[in-house]
């Protein structure tokens, strides 16, 4: 059975170890229900690992904001991507993520009582989803996935090592104990 809630979730910007040895880039999509277990199973890994950082790049499967995306997959992913990055702007990335994987907001009404949940300023919230800066970084993010050759969700990318779709978290485990060898 699905997990429902994330228990290891954390808020702030950070994930792990700021100055971890081993950097996990999460490369994935809201709306990915592969991608919402990753974010569940790499909480876990952080907490557990305590020389482990994991940076989230959005990478929405979304033709609204995707423009290598030729058919629509994940409707509604840029949106949720805007709303996370307009609370990394107030410092509460990790916390607005879990929120998005775990709630699925519609619209913007539903992302505002979210963000009013993580004591988020809401007036400054809603101006940074619609912020130029917000879609720069996404177009950004994508760009970057494109250029590592990415083309789905959940990637992580360990050393220039890609790892593509679902694991266990014992594989997971595994891969990282496998990248910290060199």
């Not at 423009?67 to 992913?77: F, I, L, R, T």
């Not at 963000?115 to 919230?125: E, H, N, Q, S, V």
């Not at 250029?147 to 978290?169: H, M, Q, R, S």
Request: proline share 3%; aromatic share 10%; charged share 25%.
């Amino acid at each position: 059975m699905l997990m429902k809630k994330n228990p290891y979730k954390i808020n702030g910007n950070i994930l792990g170890n700021k100055n971890g040895k081993i950097k996990v880039n999460l490369y994935s999509d809201f709306v990915c229900p592969i991608c919402y277990s990753y974010n569940i199973m790499l909480h876990k890994l952080a907490k557990e690992n305590k020389e482990i950082q994991i940076i989230h790049h959005n990478f929405p499967l979304d033709t609204e904001c995707n423009k290598y995306m030729e058919h629509q997959m994940h409707h509604g992913a840029c949106r949720m991507a805007r709303y996370a990055i307009a609370a990394e702007n107030q410092n509460n990335y990790w916390g607005m993520t879990n929120l998005l994987y775990e709630k699925q907001p519609k619209n913007d009404e539903e992302a505002i009582e979210l963000a009013k949940t993580i004591g988020l300023d809401i007036a400054k919230f809603k101006k940074d989803i619609y912020a130029p800066q917000t879609r720069a970084k996404i177009n950004k993010e994508i760009d970057d996935a494109i250029a590592l050759g990415l083309d789905g969700t959940p990637n992580i990318v360990i050393n220039e090592n890609k790892y593509f779709g679902a694991k266990a978290y014992f594989e997971l485990k595994d891969i990282i104990k496998k990248n910290t060898k060199n």
